[in-house]
């Protein structure tokens, strides 16, 4: 009998080096949220922030605010079906893009300096705080970072990008201690 | 590195977050059937490109995906002001006003670093 098993696009893709660690992230429901979005509350169980690269949340669930009208849900403990609202809901948009993403902690005291490698915003604690998230670019492939402590981030890329992605933060990791 | 404001985002963000967009403010004519090849050339493919204050569209790419609209010396290559999409066009006293800034080296809305 066939077996099949899920294909992540991060599997093994762990880097240790010199303060920084790469660890890929589980599996996560993520959504999308575009629109005038109101009521999501309860599907998420936290509120929404009301700020750009503002997140809320806790441990292993967090909503991030990416731009004026849209938010980014990603939460691995409920499944995809739980997080997305009923067919009545008119004033927002809300798209499973659970399979679309995939990310890795990276952490360590050299973590801010491993993202440096190919991030140009300014990721300094002052600049970045615990909570803070954004899209932007490292090197050539888009991601989104979400600060979860002062030494680590949570990266995550669209899962094409993953090999990439993956290579530029192990080029990171390794030239952060030098 | 050229630090933009993103009006959306409220910060200065650098370049590589941002795409330009072309030229800001073009009115898309309301019945292209009726146009000459000419006129219609003339409205898809010419452009002002003058040396100075350019009013341009960007777009916050790797970011908060929005357009945005900015008046941008490109002589210094400094942004002068920027804006958000649909607020109407600087007049030409505001954009007199923005160079005298520069020119005394005080700054406003958007940064050059
Ligand atoms: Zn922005």
Same mark, same amino acid.
């Given at each position: 009998?066939?077996?099949?098993?899920?294909?992540?696009?991060?599997?093994?893709?762990?880097?240790?080096?010199? %303060?920084?660690?790469?660890?890929?992230?589980? @599996?996560?429901?993520?959504?999308?949220?575009? %629109?005038?979005?109101?009521? !999501?509350?309860?599907?998420?169980?936290?509120?929404?922030? &009301?700020?750009?690269?503002?997140?809320? &949340?806790?441990?292993? #669930?967090?909503?991030?605010?990416? &731009?004026?009208?849209?938010?980014?849900?990603?939460?691995?403990?409920?499944?995809?079906?739980?997080?997305?609202?009923?067919?009545?809901?008119?004033? +927002?948009?809300?798209?499973?893009?659970?399979?679309?993403?995939?990310?890795?902690?990276?952490?360590?005291?050299?973590?801010?300096?491993?993202?440096?490698?190919? #991030?140009?915003?300014?990721?300094?604690?002052?600049?970045?705080? =615990?909570?803070? #998230?954004?899209?932007?670019?490292?090197?050539?492939?888009?991601?989104?970072?979400?600060?979860?402590?002062?030494?680590?981030?949570?990266?995550?890329?669209?899962?094409?990008?993953?090999? !990439?992605?993956?290579?530029?933060?192990?080029?990171?990791?390794?030239?952060?201690?030098? | 590195? *050229?630090?933009? $404001?993103?009006? +959306?985002?409220?910060?200065?963000?650098?370049?590589?977050?941002?795409?330009?967009?072309?030229?800001? $403010?073009?009115?898309?004519?309301?019945?292209?059937?009726?146009?000459?090849?000419?006129?219609?050339?003339? +409205?898809?493919?010419?452009?002002?490109?003058?040396? %100075?204050?350019? *009013?341009?569209?960007?777009?916050?790419?790797?970011? #908060?995906?929005?357009?945005?609209?900015? =008046?941008?010396?490109?002589?210094?290559?400094?942004?002068?002001?920027? +804006?958000?999409? %649909?607020?109407?066009? @600087?007049?030409?006293?505001?954009?007199?006003?923005?160079?005298?800034?520069?020119?005394?080296?005080?700054?406003?809305?958007?940064?050059?670093?």
């Amino acid at each position: 009998m066939a077996k099949t098993a899920r294909a992540l696009p991060n599997e093994g893709q762990d880097f240790a080096a010199t %303060g920084v660690t790469i660890t890929p992230c589980q @599996p996560a429901t993520r959504v999308s949220l575009r %629109g005038k979005v109101a009521n !999501y509350a309860r599907i998420a169980g936290f509120k929404l922030p &009301g700020e750009i690269n503002e997140t809320t &949340g806790d441990k292993g #669930c967090h909503a991030l605010m990416l &731009g004026p009208d849209e938010w980014l849900v990603i939460n691995t403990k409920k499944t995809d079906a739980d997080l997305m609202p009923g067919p009545n809901v008119k004033a +927002y948009t809300a798209t499973d893009i659970s399979h679309r993403n995939t990310g890795w902690t990276v952490s360590g005291p050299l973590a801010e300096t491993a993202l440096a490698v190919g #991030c140009p915003r300014d990721l300094r604690l002052e600049a970045f705080p =615990v909570g803070a #998230c954004a899209r932007t670019i490292f090197g050539k492939a888009e991601v989104v970072l979400l600060r979860t402590s002062k030494t680590s981030f949570r990266v995550e890329c669209w899962r094409s990008f993953a090999p !990439y992605t993956f290579g530029l933060l192990k080029e990171g990791a390794r030239d952060a201690a030098l | 590195m *050229l630090l933009i $404001h993103c009006p +959306y985002c409220k910060s200065d963000l650098p370049e590589l977050e941002f795409a330009n967009a072309g030229e800001a $403010h073009l009115v898309r004519p309301a019945d292209m059937s009726d146009m000459s090849d000419a006129d219609f050339a003339d +409205y898809f493919f010419v452009r002002d490109n003058p040396k %100075g204050v350019n *009013l341009e569209r960007w777009r916050h790419a790797h970011g #908060c995906g929005r357009f945005f609209n900015a =008046v941008r010396d490109t002589v210094s290559d400094k942004f002068l002001k920027v +804006y958000p999409a %649909g607020e109407p066009r @600087p007049s030409d006293a505001e954009v007199k006003a923005l160079l005298e800034a520069q020119a005394e080296g005080r700054k406003d809305g958007g940064s050059g670093a």
